[in-house]
């Protein structure tokens, strides 16, 4: 069994690669004279349109009418133009700026109303500066949170010109008892553990832990950056952080993620501290000390379970229709293993017995999206089936995508394919 993720976006998918010249003048001659054009031919090639191939010409034609489709959700305006962004970026850099441009605006926009995007152009260094330092700008420090993966990707992608931005905005967050851990561990990797403000940003963040009812999610996250900075930080300062913290996850409710957060802390202080200074510092704190102790034996986090589909299976099962078997599953399960059942027969030459599958798999999408709920990746599922299908026939694929019931999720197929094209031509 391999997972979803490994069977259309690695197994399928390679990695995506793909002016009218001025003419010179003499300078004129003093005494007003008129200047005259150089009588030497212009041998330089005239800028015009960009002369694209036909796999290229598919791939920014089908991103055009991808972009073009309305998408009511932000969220999956900013999927959609990500990906198209991605997908036209080595074919025509001009197109995909303008799409990171309004991608960061969505972005900025939905932090602006308390929700996280669910990707980040910033995140993943698609914007450019000017436009990474205007987001921090204009970013109020009450949305710390909501925009820590994109704050994280501006310090990262440009420091030179938002270290100093990103950093007064969770300074101000934190005089607000707002804390973004893995934002400030970002700044504070660039500016050096041992640097002062470092240590300021240090001790200031566990004296402004937010209520722990609402943000025990932060436990793991907040005991991996006091794991990081207290070796660095003054002896003094790492104990009494510490204690600040464990304190903190005293309050925080009883799961195997706070026990692995209070684990943490303490394996940190002991090795900051030494064994000995460790033991005098919780005796005294009675609240941290009975944090410790009651924290209970490591227990297994549990993850969420990823949909599988075979592969191999359904290689072993070409020339067998498989249809009637596959139209019990759930819609998601039912969505992948068609998919996968059409690749494995459209690439074994067997078109028509493709077409029968992946006719289930996109109808099986359309009841995905129907259905989808936040805990519910309806996009990633949208986005495999069109990968495996485009595979397969890429001109019918982007045929199937358009047909679609909701226009997001055509988008988001149609892009889809144009993926694949771009990674392995015309089909």
Known sequence: MFSNKFVFTAALLGALSLGAGAQTSPQGESGGHEKLKSSVPDKRPAKGPLKL??????????????VALPQPDPQDRLRVLSTAANVVSPIDRKMAKQLWQEGVRVESDLIRVGQTPAVSLMATGQADCASATNFVENLPENVAVQAEQSLIGAV?????QTLDLVARKLDAALDKDIVAPRALMAVMEVQGHNAPASQQRFDKMFRSLPDAGKNSDEAEN???????MAPDVDKELAAKAGLELLAWLGKVKDSPVRTLAINITTGAMQQALGEEAFRKALEKDVV???TVQNAGEPREIERPQEDTVSVLEAMDNVGTDRTDALRGLPPVQRAR????NGFAAGTSGKKDQAAKYFDMAFSAVDDVWDARTPKTDAAAVVQEVGEAAAQVDSVNALTRAQKLRDSSAQAIAMLAVARVVASSGLN
């Open 222 to 228: 907040f005991a991996a950056m006091y794991a990081q």
């Open 53 to 66: 191939n036909r796999q290229q010409k598919f791939v920014v034609d089908t991103v055009k009418m991808a």
């Open 337 to 340: 293993q068609a998919a996968a």
């Open 156 to 160: 990262t992608s440009c420091p030179k």
């Open 288 to 290: 941290a000390q009975s």
